[in-house]
Antibody, heavy 113, light 106 residues
Framework: QVQLKESGPGLVQPSETLSLTCTVSGFSLTSNSVHWVRQPPGKGLEWMGIIRSGGSTDYNSALKSRLSISRDTSKSQVFLKMNSLQTEDTAIYYC???????WGQGVMVTVSS | DTVLTQSPALAVSPGERVTISCRASESVSTGMHWYQQKPGQQPKLLIYGASNLESGVPARFSGSGSGTDFTLTIDPVEADDTATYFCQQSWNDPRTFGGGTKLELK
């Protein structure tokens, strides 16, 4: 069945770069898109970006200068990298499939020194 | 960006009918979707394309609307429906989410 699972560090220092991995199963990245969405504690959801089946990407304009999404189709993995992290980037980070009908469990990332 | 506005919270009694609204700052046609999120869980898709019930979601949930005004209806509400409900639009780039409506049961 379709599954997505996020992984990455739970704690990141301010000004450093966040690197997260979304490992998918049950579908191919070459025929399906994957989104990244984040949710600060107690707050709403923010769409971050998408990597499409053909490999192209779109980003939230508010994050575009700091954000990069890539993938390794052979490993069924999608990567998120975001630089210059600040405390306001503290959030649960989710990956989800194109229809948003499957989501990962999320990974909590805290930005703190 | 398209701003989606939701009321912050609602409180209803089990067995009642509840409507949760979402207003878009510009037309999103029928590109509106609804999610349920319980504490500590990821969002769950309930309604897609404004009015289409996602497979496996109870028929107590329904959606309506087009353009800028949308509604999620739960009828009748059950205790397990305690959650936060988010709308999301996919018509305009970037995709945006509403701030969420927290549904509490009396």
């Amino acid at each position: 069945q379709v599954q997505l699972k996020e992984s990455g560090p739970g704690l990141v220092q301010p000004s450093e770069t966040l690197s997260l991995t979304c490992t998918v199963s049950g579908f191919s990245l070459t025929s399906n898109s994957v989104h990244w969405v984040r949710q600060p504690p107690g707050k709403g959801l923010e769409w971050m970006g998408i990597i499409r089946s053909g490999g192209s990407t779109d980003y939230n304009s508010a994050l575009k200068s700091r954000l990069s999404i890539s993938r390794d189709t052979s490993k069924s993995q999608v990567f998120l990298k975001m630089n210059s992290l600040q405390t306001e980037d503290t959030a649960i980070y989710y990956c989800a499939n194109f229809r948003f009908d499957y989501w990962g469990q999320g990974v909590m990332v805290t930005v703190s020194s | 960006d398209t701003v989606l506005t939701q009321s912050p919270a609602l409180a209803v009694s089990p067995g009642e009918r509840v409507t949760i609204s979402c207003r878009a700052s510009e037309s999103v046609s029928t590109g509106m979707h609804w999610y349920q999120q319980k504490p500590g869980q990821q969002p769950k898709l309930l309604i897609y394309g404004a009015s289409n019930l996602e497979s496996g979601v109870p028929a107590r949930f329904s959606g309506s609307g087009s353009g800028t005004d949308f509604t999620l209806t739960i009828d009748p509400v059950e205790a397990d429906d305690t959650a936060t409900y988010f709308c999301q639009q996919s018509w305009n780039d970037p995709r945006t989410f509403g701030g969420g409506t927290k549904l509490e049961l009396k």
